[in-house]
C-alpha cells in the first residue's frame, strides 16, 4: 500500500496556480518526498523532491511542512499540457517508488 | 534530466514466444534500475530491483523464472517476458537510480507489451 494520502482529482483553470497537496505522515527521517507526473501512456516524469527544505525548479515548487508530515506541489501557471496523474512518494534515496493512486489533475481553458 | 530509453516501444507477440525490452541509461550510470509494469487504469506496480553485477531482487507475486532481468553494464537492463501468455499484456516501465545520495530516479518511456 502507497504511504501517502492524494485528493483523488483536482481541477484547475489554465493560467492559475495548481496546488496539490499529499500527507506522508509516516515518513521517516531519512526518507525524501518524491513528485512525479505521468501523462497518459507515457512513463512518469520527474518533476522535484526534497528532503526538509522547500525547493524551486523549473517546473514547480515543492513546499514541505515542519513536521514533513505533508507536503504541497505548485504549479504556478498551470497550462493544458499539465493534465496528468500526479504522484507523490516518500522513498530513500536510490530505492524502488511506491506508486499510490495519485492526483489525477485536469487543467481546463 | 537524465534520459533513459526503452526498446521497443511496443511489441505485439503471440502467446509462448519470449519477448525482451531494454533499459538504457543514456547519459548516466545507473547502479541501480527498477522494473514496473501497469495495467490499463492501474497504478505501477514494481516487479523487481536490479542492481548492476548481482541478481535482481524480484517483488512478493513475481516470477523470477518468467521474468528473467540482466543488468550486464552500467547503463543497460534487460527484461525478457518468457513464454509470453496474454495476461502478461500490459504497460512495462524501467526506471534509473544514479546513487543513493539523494538524487531522483528517471523513467525510461515505457514498453507496451500485447499478447495475442
Known amino acids: 500500500d502507497a504511504k501517502t494520502t492524494q485528493p483523488t482529482s483536482m481541477d484547475c483553470a489554465e493560467g492559475r496556480a495548481a496546488n496539490l497537496p499529499c500527507n506522508h505522515s509516516?515518513?521517516?527521517?531519512?526518507?525524501?518526498v518524491y513528485w512525479y507526473r505521468q501523462i497518459h501512456s507515457q512513463g512518469p516524469q520527474y518533476i522535484i523532491h526534497g528532503l526538509k527544505n522547500n525547493e524551486t525548479n523549473e517546473m514547480a515548487s515543492l513546499i514541505i511542512t515542519e513536521d514533513r508530515k505533508s507536503s504541497t506541489l505548485i504549479l504556478p501557471h498551470a497550462t493544458l499540457r499539465d493534465t496528468a496523474v500526479y504522484y507523490c512518494m516518500n522513498s530513500n534515496s536510490g530505492y524502488a517508488l511506491n506508486f499510490g493512486k495519485g492526483t489525477s489533475l485536469l487543467v481546463t481553458p | 534530466g537524465a534520459v533513459v530509453s526503452q526498446h521497443p516501444s511496443w511489441v505485439i507477440c503471440k502467446s509462448g514466444t519470449s519477448v525482451k525490452i531494454e533499459c538504457r541509461s543514456l547519459d548516466f550510470q545507473a547502479t541501480t534500475m527498477f522494473w514496473y509494469r501497469q495495467f490499463p487504469k492501474q497504478s505501477l506496480m514494481l516487479m523487481a530491483t536490479?542492481?548492476?553485477?548481482?541478481?535482481?531482487?524480484?517483488e512478493q507475486g513475481v516470477e523470477k523464472d518468467k521474468f528473467l532481468i540482466n543488468h550486464a553494464s552500467l547503463t543497460l537492463s534487460t527484461l525478457t517476458v518468457t513464454s509470453a501468455h496474454p495476461e502478461d499484456s500490459s504497460f512495462y516501465i524501467c526506471s534509473a537510480s544514479r546513487d543513493r545520495g539523494g538524487l531522483a530516479q528517471y523513467f525510461g518511456p515505457g514498453t507496451r507489451l500485447l499478447v495475442l
Open positions: 536490479s542492481n548492476e553485477g548481482s541478481k535482481a531482487t524480484y
Open positions: 509516516t515518513i521517516s527521517g531519512n526518507e525524501y
